[in-house]
């Protein structure tokens, strides 16, 4: 289950908005939002690609897609 607090915790902390995160993995704001309130899953590219925008370790990306 994605911790959708951990995942925005992140990115604030990347100094990033989730519009500019959305860009980043290639899809539209509102697939983003639809993403983080469960409405659809994220794919194993999104996790990655999110994992090596933000920088996370492995450890952390678990504790937020996986939690």
Same mark, same amino acid.
């Given at each position: +289950?994605?911790?959708?607090?951990?995942? *925005?915790?992140?990115?604030?902390?990347?100094?990033? %908005?989730?519009? &500019?995160?959305?860009?980043?993995?290639? +899809?539209?704001?509102?697939?983003?939002? *639809?993403?983080?309130?469960?409405?659809?899953?994220? %794919?194993?590219? &999104?996790?990655?690609?999110?994992?090596?925008?933000?920088?996370?370790?492995?450890?952390?990306?678990?504790?937020?897609?996986?939690?």
């Amino acid at each position: +289950m994605l911790d959708k607090n951990k995942f *925005k915790y992140f990115v604030a902390n990347k100094n990033l %908005t989730l519009a &500019e995160v959305a860009v980043k993995l290639g +899809m539209n704001p509102a697939t983003l939002s *639809k993403k983080l309130n469960g409405t659809t899953d994220f %794919t194993r590219q &999104e996790i990655q690609l999110f994992k090596d925008i933000i920088g996370l370790s492995e450890a952390e990306m678990l504790s937020i897609f996986f939690a």
